[in-house]
T-cell receptor, first 114, second 112 residues
Framework: AQSVTQPDIHITVSEGASLELRCNYSYGATPYLFWYVQSPGQGLQLLLKYFSGDTLVQGIKGFEAEFKRSQSSFNLRKPSVHWSDAAEYFCAVGARFGNEKLTFGTGTRLTIIP | DADVTQTPRNRITKTGKRIMLECSQTKGHDRMYWYRQDPGLGLRLIYYSFDVKDINKGEISDGYSVSRQAQAKFSLSLESAIPNQTALYFC???????????FGPGTRLLVL
């Protein structure tokens, strides 16, 4: 069965600073990987996804993530955060081959300080 | 119109009551899912369906049931609601590759 670990429950970053959110997954084959963002009181928005090919994936809002098979990781990065990035971020792994469903991590809450 | 709609958006009910949450989608996808979100636990899969004749339990199906009335409709029922079912519930739909997954806006349920 697949699983996702987001080791950081809460991260605080100064506006303009760089950001890295960690995600580790467990899956028996090459996974589908996703990052979603949830602003307070809102639904889920897809930031980016990895299916195959280039291991560095660009997403919306200036985010990127890098798939590292050897480390079973898919960390999310942004070079300079904005106050509007304050939200909760979820990493998810998708099963393949006829059993397609998403398994989510427990999330990382991001606080931005001026 | 939204791709995935959920009704109601908010609901308060009492312990022991039966409640149904409804989901409909306009994407024409075969796959539909119900998740619940709890603080600190992320989203957990309750049930999922790959077509109208295919229903599967997720990781936390106890206390829930579902009905896939049509390709576009997938309902979640709580037969006898209990307070620890208080949560935010999301419906989602996807194509076969997960490349296009759409989430509904969520239903906030409070069980007293």
């Amino acid at each position: 069965a697949q699983s996702v670990t987001q080791p950081d429950i809460h991260i605080t970053v100064s506006e303009g600073a760089s950001l890295e959110l960690r995600c580790n997954y467990s899956y028996g084959a090459t996974p589908y990987l996703f990052w979603y963002v949830q602003s307070p009181g809102q639904g889920l928005q897809l930031l980016l996804k990895y299916f195959s090919g280039d291991t560095l994936v660009q997403g919306i809002k200036g985010f990127e993530a890098e798939f590292k098979r050897s480390q079973s990781s898919f960390n999310l990065r942004k070079p300079s955060v904005h106050w509007s990035d304050a939200a909760e971020y979820f990493c998810a792994v998708g099963a393949r081959f006829g059993n397609e469903k998403l398994t989510f991590g427990t999330g990382t809450r991001l606080t931005i300080i001026p | 119109d939204a791709d995935v709609t959920q009704t109601p958006r908010n609901r308060i009910t009492k312990t022991g009551k039966r409640i149904m949450l409804e989901c409909s989608q306009t994407k024409g996808h075969d796959r539909m899912y119900w998740y619940r979100q709890d603080p600190g636990l992320g989203l957990r899969l309750i049930y999922y369906s790959f077509d109208v004749k295919d229903i599967n339990k997720g990781e936390i199906s106890d206390g829930y049931s579902v009905s896939r009335q049509a390709q576009a409709k997938f309902s979640l029922s709580l037969e006898s609601a209990i307070p620890n079912q208080t949560a935010l519930y999301f419906c989602a739909t996807s194509d076969s590759s997960l490349d296009s997954t759409y989430f509904g806006p969520g239903t906030r349920l409070l069980v007293l």
